[in-house]
């Protein structure tokens, strides 16, 4: 009995440490998780009597960083942070408005957009979930700010859209201006857009913008950064403005777009609507049509450039390449020619539209003569000079009336939609806490 009371003692002397380290290690556990749901639960902002936490912008962040290519470096997401919360905080405005005029979004609207969004990145239908899991964006975080979007729409479709006016005479003296215009340069134009709304903010913003120019310079996608950051409607489409008359551009982004080649990006410029964003996608001239659709009547000649070929016999073949490119003179010589070369391939291609040409090849003839033999034209199969036999230039047109009102229309609402959020903003009690 004895014996059995201190095997009893010495069990009780091993649990009581045991339990006690357990309840340690619970308490630290329990500790932990509780710091960790209060700082993700921590309020980042008041917005009226709503409140955006540090995990809705942590989540944002995630969105924004994944969706527009940006670098996740921790100095990027500080730099970014108080971006992206004014966004939130926008955001909840816009929502909080919209619960005031009743505006609801329904899951066939939402089912809508994201079968949209499904086809814009090419993801098979039904399987966004799956996406967002690979690439690491928060599925509430994402579908939150669908939802946002989709209400902002209707709300400013049921309250601005019905008091914008175009009428007959603004569409005539549009036209007359483009048909006066006919020739001249215009530009196709995408924007980012960071309001500035509050004059003590513009230092912050303008920085802000800069690092949006930095990530862009560095590979970040222009169309996704838009979507994410731009304030104005043509965030939706990737900042796309379209085109664009030189004459009707103000006199510094004249210089500035003047100046840009296609696929460059320029900014920060401070306009009346805040700091902006360009990037130039392309030129043209008024009412003329696009190259893509020149027809042009090709032919080639194909000379071989087989595996089993010596340094010799390729030399050969790319020598007689360039004495026929130098010495024939129409497309009857160069039919001709391609017959006494052994050329490879039929020498008549027949009427190619320019845009369904490779890089290549468009590069070579997009401009070259009617009866002029290109430069030779070499690949790891063969050398090929092409002629143009003859070309003719797509005819160009004028825009309908009814796109005429529509971009009139959507330029207007923009203008309406910025001011509306302005007053919002104004109206509001915010509350910035971090």
């Not at 104005?232 to 500035?256: F, H, K, P, Y």
Request: net charge positive.
């Amino acid at each position: 009995m004895k014996h059995k009371k201190i095997r009893t003692r010495r069990h009780a002397d091993f649990v009581m440490p045991v339990v006690a380290c357990a309840t340690v290690l619970f308490a630290i556990f329990a500790f932990t998780e509780l710091a960790f749901a209060q700082r993700i639960q921590r309020i980042a902002a008041t917005v009226n009597e709503d409140i955006v936490s540090e995990y809705d912008l942590q989540a944002r962040m995630q969105v924004v960083v994944v969706s527009s290519g940006l670098r996740p470096t921790p100095q990027l997401r500080k730099r970014l942070s108080q971006q992206v919360l004014r966004s939130l905080i926008d955001e909840q405005l816009r929502l909080q408005e919209a619960k005031k005029r009743n505006v609801r979004v329904s899951e066939g609207d939402m089912r809508s957009r994201i079968a949209m969004l499904e086809k814009q990145n090419r993801i098979p239908a039904g399987t966004l979930d799956d996406f967002l899991k690979k690439i690491g964006i928060p599925r509430e975080a994402l579908m939150k700010q669908i939802r946002a979007q989709i209400t902002w729409q209707k709300l400013v479709r049921r309250t601005i859209l019905p008091r914008v006016t175009v009428g007959e005479d603004e569409i005539d003296e549009t036209l007359q201006r483009l048909r006066e215009r006919k020739g001249q340069v215009e530009y196709r134009v995408s924007e980012i857009l960071l309001t500035v709304d509050q004059p003590q903010r513009e230092g912050e913003i303008r920085r802000t913008a800069e690092r949006l120019l930095e990530e862009l310079g560095k590979g970040a996608k222009f169309d996704a950064i838009a979507r994410q950051f731009s304030q104005t409607a043509s965030a939706s489409v990737g900042g796309d403005l379209g085109w664009i008359q030189e004459a009707t551009m103000n006199s510094e982004l004249r210089q500035i777009v003047s100046r840009m080649k296609e696929g460059e990006t320029a900014g920060p410029v401070r306009t009346l609507a805040g700091m902006q964003i360009f990037r130039l996608t392309k030129r043209r001239k008024i009412l003329s049509a696009s190259s893509n659709d020149t027809i042009v009547d090709l032919q080639q000649i194909l000379l071989p450039l087989r595996k089993e070929f010596t340094n010799d016999d390729i030399k050969a073949q790319l020598n007689l390449a360039q004495t026929l490119s130098d010495t024939i003179s129409d497309c009857n010589d160069h039919l001709r020619a391609a017959g006494e070369a052994k050329s490879i391939g039929g020498a008549k291609l027949g009427k190619v539209r320019l845009g369904n040409l490779s890089k290549t090849i468009r590069g070579a003839i997009e401009n070259l003569p009617v009866g002029k033999a290109s430069p030779p034209i070499r690949t790891k199969e063969s050398v090929a000079i092409f002629m143009v036999c003859n070309r003719k230039e797509a005819e160009s047109s004028l825009p309908s009336r009814e796109q005429i009102a529509d971009r009139m229309r959507a330029e207007r609402v923009d203008v309406l939609a910025r001011r509306y959020l302005r007053d919002l903003r104004a109206a509001a009690i915010v509350d910035l806490r971090v």
